[in-house]
Structures are given as C-alpha cells and as structure tokens.
C-alpha cells in the first residue's frame, strides 16, 4: 500500500472512510475531502486523497465482506498458503496426497467470501451487475498475493489483482510428472544415457507415475468419503432439528389443548353461576308476582269498601236533607 501506510491516524481515518461508501458516491466524497484539506493548506494529504482510485463495485463488496468478517480472509491466506505448499511437494518429492484436500480447503475459503460479498450486494440499495464467477477470481487472485490481501484487510482494495500471481499452483498441478522440473545446466552438459539407463529411468519414471496416479486417486476417494460424511452429518442435523421441531411443536399443542380445557373449565363454571342467578331471579319474579297479586287482590277489597262506605255517606247526607 506504500505511501497510505505512512500518513497519521487522522488521515488514514479519513480514507477508509471513502472506502466505506458506496462506489458511486466515492468521487464525489473524494473530491469534499480534498476541498477541505486545501482549505486547511494541507496540499500534501490534498494530492494524496486525490490520487486515491474509485473501488469498482466488485473490489468494494470485498472489502466490505471482509470488513465484517475478517476471520474469512484469514482463513484464504492459510489456505493459498496450504495450496502453495502442497504443490510443491507434489512437484519436488512427487507426494500429490496433500493437493487436492488443499485444493478443496481454497475453494471452501473462497466460496466463504464469496457468499459474503454476495451478501453485501443483496444489501445494496442499486442494482448491480457483478457475477459470482466475478468475485470468485477476485479471491482466488488475492490467495496467492499478500499484497492485494493487505489492502483488502485494510478495506481499501481498489480493484481485483491484474495479472496470474507470480506462482499459479492449478497450471503446475496439471503439468505431466515428467515435466515437473526444469533441466539443470550440469544435466544438460550430461552425454546421453545408454539404452539400459533409458529403460531404467523409463521404469522409475513409470513407477513414480503410478505412485502419483495411486495419491491422487487416494486422495479423490477421502475426498468422496469426506463429502458423503458431510452429507450424512447434514442429513442427520436436518433430521434432528427436525425432530426438535416435532417436539416443540406437540409440546406447543398439549400446551394449547390444556389452556383450552382450562378454559372450557373456567366457561362451563360461568355457566353454571348464570344458570343458578336466573333460577333465584325466576324465583323472585314469581314471589313478586304473587305478591302484587295478592297485593290487587286486596286492593280491589278496599275500592269496594270505599264504594260502599260512599254509598253510606251519600244515605246519610239524603236522610238529613229530608229531615230539614
């Protein structure tokens, strides 16, 4: 990263910043800060700001994946490590048994930071055109090249590395045995071998192949027993979740079934304190009708003795008229 590695904390602050935005608002934001660092006459961290190349979108959702994940990249740097060494062994001391699993472990690594960069686009709030196949070479360049893996660390890889890396382990494994090291000088120098030492050399070349071709087959086979593990380990994690969830639910119904015979418990005791209200209300009403039956009964009584005490009054108010 050379000249960023060397500006303070402010400054450095200031730049991952940028990095941090969305790649469409990077010159735009670039441009501010250099404007206000013009303002302030620092003209050196100016340029250095302006200098600074707009992530393309690819570059920016890994570093962005790796940002919240840094643990991924760890992982992809031991694995291109891993990758590096196995194929050198298989071409200095013909032991391809390492390769393939190493080979598998870059490609888990990769596809791990893939899905995260995935991941970090699906957020986005704009489209985008960016291919996993995209982001795919993107890390597979960066195990192999401790300077790209830096700056995505930092968070500011620009752009997916140019170029092959220096040393390509995938072109060296499909190189035949035979053409796995270079001649030397000294050999080149070397009368040519007699018939008996071709054939020699012939049958230890042949020996070394089957025993490459040996490793390799080996190594396909534990890699299918390996996946077919995997996929009984998934099975087996589906079923039981899957039996969790079974659990969860029966439990969740006996649950409900007993708050709802609670509740029919708690209903049918309304029920029954409601039936018991309305048989002592029909029990009043039917006191309260016999009373105010009785209570016209006597009623009626007293209207006939009225009547007849008026009809006495009115005798007796006759009988005095006639005597006066």
């Known amino acids: 990263m050379g000249e960023l590695d060397e500006v303070d904390e402010e400054l450095s602050a200031r730049i991952s910043a940028l990095y941090e935005l969305d790649p469409d608002e990077f010159v735009a934001a670039r441009e501010a800060t250099v404007k206000a660092l013009r303002a302030d006459k620092r003209r050196d961290d100016a340029s250095l700001i302006h200098g600074l190349a707009k992530p393309t979108v690819v570059a920016w959702a890994a570093n962005r994946a790796v940002a919240a994940g840094p643990e991924l990249l760890d992982r992809l740097e031991q694995a291109g490590a891993g990758l590096v060494d196995a194929q050198q062994r298989a071409i200095e001391e013909g032991d391809a048994s390492a390769l393939r699993p190493a080979q598998a472990e870059r490609r888990a690594a990769t596809t791990a930071l893939v899905d995260a960069a995935e991941a970090v686009l699906g957020r986005r709030d704009r489209s985008t055109n960016v291919r996993r196949d995209e982001l795919s070479a993107l890390f597979d360049a960066v195990s192999l090249d401790p300077e790209a893996a830096t700056e995505l660390r930092a968070g500011r890889l620009a752009r997916p590395p140019a170029g092959p890396p220096a040393f390509d ?156």
């Open 169 to 324: 382990p995938f072109s060296a494994a499909a190189a035949p045995a035979g053409s796995r090291t270079a001649p030397s000088r000294s050999s080149s120098r070397r009368p040519p071998p007699t018939s008996a030492k071709r054939a020699g050399r012939a049958r230890s070349q042949a020996g070394q192949d089957s025993a490459a071709e040996q490793a390799e087959e080996a190594a396909e086979a534990e890699e299918r027993a390996a996946e077919e593990r995997r996929r009984a380990d998934q099975a087996l994690s589906a079923a039981q979740q899957a039996h969790e969830q079974a659990l969860r639910r029966a439990d969740a119904a006996h649950r409900r079934r007993e708050e709802a015979s609670a509740a029919l418990s708690e209903a049918s005791r309304a029920v029954e304190d409601l039936e018991a209200q309305l048989a002592r209300a029909r029990e009043e009403r039917e006191r309260a009708s016999a009373e105010a039956e009785r209570a016209g009964e006597t009623a009626a009584d007293a209207d006939e003795l009225v009547e007849q005490a008026t009809e006495a009054c009115e005798r007796a108010e006759r009988a005095v008229r006639d005597l006066s």
